[in-house]
């Protein structure tokens, strides 16, 4: 007599059926999804017992989100690492990621054409948007808002509409930051040189700086403050300018850690060393920052913890959830390396 064949295995669609849910939901359960009901969990364990089901590898089912992060220019350290954040945070999400390059600025600046690129986003997929340092950005978040389409900004520049959502950095406490630290050394003599007039983040920075110095009784001198983009020649060439002047700074707070490598090709090329004569603070402490000579004092910002919040806010907001705050800043602090120390009379002070 031939044996009764042996009872297949169990699969999961055994699994989903025996537990009164789709697939999909066991799936979800099998893998510790939040979005499930404690009951259905329970449901679908006690189907995974009762059929002594067992999984043939550990699967997990595809990404369903897709997300886009956006940006003007991707050849910058500041953008790389807040890139790094978006990513974990979709990975962590089971989200996909589109990485993309801003619509040019013809596209920004006409609201048809606005239209017409957010139309194309939300075909391919994307329930969601990332904005990272864009550029008059109006009309696409205008046309963002008319396909209902959940756009969140980093350290936005120059923006008319105080209701977008958007994550940055305590950038005012930041700015106040490097230039008490300077104050603390002994410096009276501080120029700044940072990004442009129209970015929030540049003028919060610079507001910091004019804190500190109002803090300490030191007058605030015109000729000592620069704003212009957030780029390296912009450190070269103001750095250049302000070390000219006849009563030069002792030190130079920079809006970004791009401006302060410029400030210290400056200091290289007018045989100004760093810090004896010229000291040197950055903002962001990008990796680059610890990589040039004399590695850079500067003002960290969590890059990377924005575009994690930048995500993790979009998705809420795809979900139907408004954010509890529209503007999300995150901790600065500083990071002290070698471009910093007391000013040269200071230390010839304490020597006689």
């Known amino acids: 007599m031939v044996g009764r064949p042996s ?28 979005d499930i009901a404690k009951d259905t969990r329970e449901r679908v364990l006690e189907a995974v017992t009762a059929l002594g089901y067992r999984p043939t590898t550990q699967w ?32 962590s999400a089971r989200a996909n990621l589109l990485v993309r390059s801003a619509p040019d600025r013809a596209v920004r600046a006409t609201r048809a054409a606005a239209r017409a690129w957010m139309a194309e986003q ?4 994307v329930i969601g948007i990332v904005g990272i340092t864009l550029a008059r950005p109006n009309a696409v978040l205008q046309a963002a808002k008319e396909v209902r389409m959940p756009f969140v900004m980093i350290d936005p520049v120059d923006l008319d509409d105080p209701r977008t959502v958007s994550v940055g950095s305590a950038n005012w406490a930041g700015g106040r930051t490097a230039t008490e ?12 040189i940072g990004g442009p007039e129209a970015s929030a983040a540049a003028r919060e920075r610079l507001h910091g700086y004019r804190a500190a ?8 001198e015109q000729e000592l403050v620069r704003s212009d983009s957030f780029a390296i020649d912009t450190g070269l060439v103001h750095g250049r300018a302000l070390l000219a002047l006849p009563e030069p700074p002792t030190a130079i707070v920079t809006g970004d850690d791009e401006i302060a490598v410029g400030v210290l090709a400056a200091a ?22 610890g990589w040039t000579s004399p590695p850079l004092t500067s003002v960290h910002q969590p890059l990377a913890g924005m575009g994690r919040m930048a995500v993790e806010t979009l998705l809420t907001m795809a979900d ?3 954010p509890a705050s529209r503007h999300v800043q995150l901790a600065t602090s500083l990071t002290v390396r070698d471009s910093t ?12």
């Open 213 to 220: 110095l109002d803090s300490a009784g030191i007058e605030l």
């Open 60 to 91: 997990e089912p595809p990404p369903t989100r897709t997300v886009a992060a956006v940006f003007d220019e991707l050849a910058s350290p500041y953008v790389a690492n807040v890139l790094d954040g978006v990513l974990a945070a979709a990975t």
């Open 181 to 192: 630290h300077l104050l603390d050394l002994g410096h009276r003599r501080i120029g700044w």
């Open 7 to 34: 009872k297949e295995r169990a699969t999961l669609a055994d699994v989903a059926r025996h537990a009164g849910v789709s697939t999909s939901t066991a799936s979800k359960a099998l893998n510790g999804r939040h």
């Open 268 to 289: 290289r090329e007018l045989d100004v060393p760093v810090p004896r004569r010229l000291s040197v603070v950055g903002f962001d402490d990008t990796p680059q920052a």
């Open 122 to 125: 939300k075909e391919s997929g």
């Open 320 to 322: 139907g959830v408004q």
């Open 341 to 352: 120390a007391p000013p040269a009379s200071r230390r010839q002070g304490s020597q006689t």
